[in-house]
């Protein structure tokens, strides 16, 4: 009888809660630590580190860059070439949270989320709507987002070498989605491009020594 109870039971919980989220209710988060690998920031780390331009990529050909300036503005550039959706902002503010965890959150007012729901990146007021909310996964906090996108930045990883600066700007994952997309700084962009550049370069020179080889031999058996 006790089985046949749970099984009768199962299906009226998840009922509960795809109600609470069908109506916009938040869920009070109830796990004391973070399911995502959030390691601290360098303690090399000033607020002059976020200053430069930082890119982001959500799908296949699509680009996020924010280019955060010292005078306390930013500017978004979007571009997906395969839906054809581009976007440019002004030049609009930005600002820090200082958090008692020791990360912070990088409030960037007028921002656009392009990361997930088309919807939502044609949003000229930008953030998110009354009925969205991200999460920030390093607190496991919700994070209402009127009219600004806020980004958690924290440390990398310490396998992550080569990223720039070692810290990353990451979104807030939005309620219901199990992903969520960072920001890192534009030199390990250029880092990745000269690496390919280079790999392309050594495999032209190796075929052209092969090439070359090959009609020796030829040469030589005629």
Known sequence: ??????????????????????FG??????SSYAPYDCPPLPETFTEADLIGTWVASYFLHDKDTLIIRAN?????IYNDPDSGLQYE?????????????GFLRLHLEGMRRCDDITSLCLMESGGLTQDDWGIDE???????????????????????RDVPRRIELRHA????????FTFRL????SLIKSYIQNFN??????????QGKSQLVGGVTG
């Not at 009888?1 to 069908?22: A, D």
């Open 186 to 189: 534009k030199e390990l962009w």
């Open 138 to 160: 390093c607190e496991n906090e919700t994070i209402r987002m009127a009219g600004e996108v806020v980004l958690i930045v924290t440390g990398v990883p310490e396998r992550y």
């Open 201 to 210: 370069k050594v495999s032209q020179s190796r075929i052209r020594v092969s």
């Open 173 to 180: 994952r939005l309620a219901g989605m199990d992903y969520y």
């Open 1 to 22: 009888m006790k089985r046949l109870r749970l099984f009768v039971l199962l299906p009226i919980l998840g009922s509960l809660t795809l109600s609470c989220y069908s």
């Open 72 to 76: 306390g503005t930013y500017k978004q």
């Open 89 to 101: 902002s002004d030049w609009q503010e930005w600002w820090i949270e200082h958090r008692p965890s």
């Open 25 to 30: 209710f938040i869920p009070t988060p109830t």
